[in-house]
Nanobody, 119 residues
């Protein structure tokens, strides 16, 4: 019911920056919260940041002060600006959205984009 298209991952040196984008598309869904989670090898998927349609944001402790999430409601697109990147930020980053579909709130995930922080 909702398709998520992610872009912006890649290889960056420690201390560098990257910007991830996630565009949600649907003909029937009302897109609500959007955000990013990440999963490093051998670890569980964890929250990075979320943003509501009203602009309220939530960050993990590791993201606070280094990452900024924003969204363009007209485009149903969320952005994650990542700065001061560390090797520990290396992971597959998954876009997430919760959307109201025919009266039911459902969760959707993107396919993931690899972020590698290495010199």
């Amino acid at each position: 019911q909702v398709q998520l298209a992610e872009s912006g991952g890649g290889l960056v040196q420690p201390g560098g920056s990257l910007r991830l984008s996630c565009a949600a598309s649907s003909s029937v869904a009302d897109i609500r919260t959007m955000g990013w989670f990440r999963q490093a090898p051998g670890k569980q998927r964890e929250l990075v940041a979320t943003v509501t349609r009203g602009g309220n944001t939530n960050y993990s402790d590791s993201a606070k002060g280094r990452f900024t999430i924003s969204r363009d409601n007209a485009k149903n697109t969320a952005y994650l600006q990542m700065g001061s990147l560390k090797p520990g930020d290396t992971a597959v980053y998954y876009c997430y959205t919760s959307a109201l579909v025919v009266g039911t709130l459902e969760n959707y995930w993107g396919q993931g984009t690899q972020v590698t922080v290495s010199s």
